[in-house]
C-alpha cells in the first residue's frame, strides 16, 4: 500500500488516524469530489464547492462557493470534521481561519499528469481512511492511464493532429492554452500536438498566431451542456478560418471538468478525445 502524504509546499499534513473517521466532510475541488464518490464515501459528504458537479447527486449538496474563492463562513456553517480541499484552493486568509478554528483540513495534490491523478486518489484514500478502496480504485485508473499512453503512442510523428485548445473568444479576441496547463497536457496523452507553445498557461492571442499555429482542430470546453462559442461564430473568426481546422469546421468540445479535471474520468476523456481526432479505436476481435 502506498504511504501518502498530503502536501502543500513546506506545510506537511497527513491525514490523521484519528479514533473516530471524519463524518462531515465538506469537498473542494470537482475531481475529489469524483473521488470520494468512486470510493463509496460519499455518505459522509455534506458540502461541495461550485465545481463539483459530477456525479450529478453531488450538485444535491449545498454549494459553498468556488475553490478559490471561497468565503470561511460558508465552509465553517457546515459544522465539517474535514475540510478535503485541492492544493490551490483558497484564498489564503480563508484557509488560515479554518486552521484558527480548528477544522482538520486535507490539502491534495493536484498535479495535472497522469501520475498526479494516481497521487490524488491515493491521498484522498489516505484522508477518508479507505486506503484499500483507493488501492484498488488507483489501479484501475493507473491501467486506464496506459492503455491510453500506449494508443498515443502508437500515432505515427507524421500524422500527430495540431490541436488549438480555446478557453474563449470574448469580442472576438481568442484566449488559448499554451504550454504547462491542463489542456496542453491532454492533447498530448491523447497523441496530437499542441498547437501553441510559445507561452505557459492561458493567454489571448493574436489572429497572427493563430494562423501560424495552423490548428488540424478547434478543442473547446462546455459548460452545463451548452458550447462557450457556437460554430457558426468560431468559424466567423477570420484567424479560426484561415487555419486547417476552420476550412474543415472541425471543433472538438467536450465539458470542461471531464476534460480538465484530472480525475478519475481522465483517461476516458483522452480516448474520447483520440477517438475524434483519430477514429474510434478497434477492439480485440478488429470491430470499431
Known sequence: MRRILVTLGALVLAASAAAEPAQRIVSIGG??????????????????????IYPEAALELPDVGYVRALSPEGVLSMAPDLVLAEADAGPPATLDVLREARTPLALIPDSPTAAGIVEKIDAVGAALGAEAEADALAASVAAQLARAAARAGAVPEAGRKRVLFVLSGQGGRILAAGRNNEAATVIEMAGAINALDGFEGYKPVSDEAIVQAAPDAILMMTRGGEAMIDDATLFALPAIAATPAGENRAVIRMGGQYLLGFGPRTAQAVQDLADALYGKEADDTGAL
Do not use: F, K, P
Open 31 to 52: 475531481a475529489i469530489t469524483e473521488i470520494v464518490y468512486q470510493l463509496g464515501q460519499q455518505d459522509r459528504l455534506v458540502a461541495r464547492d461550485t465545481t463539483s
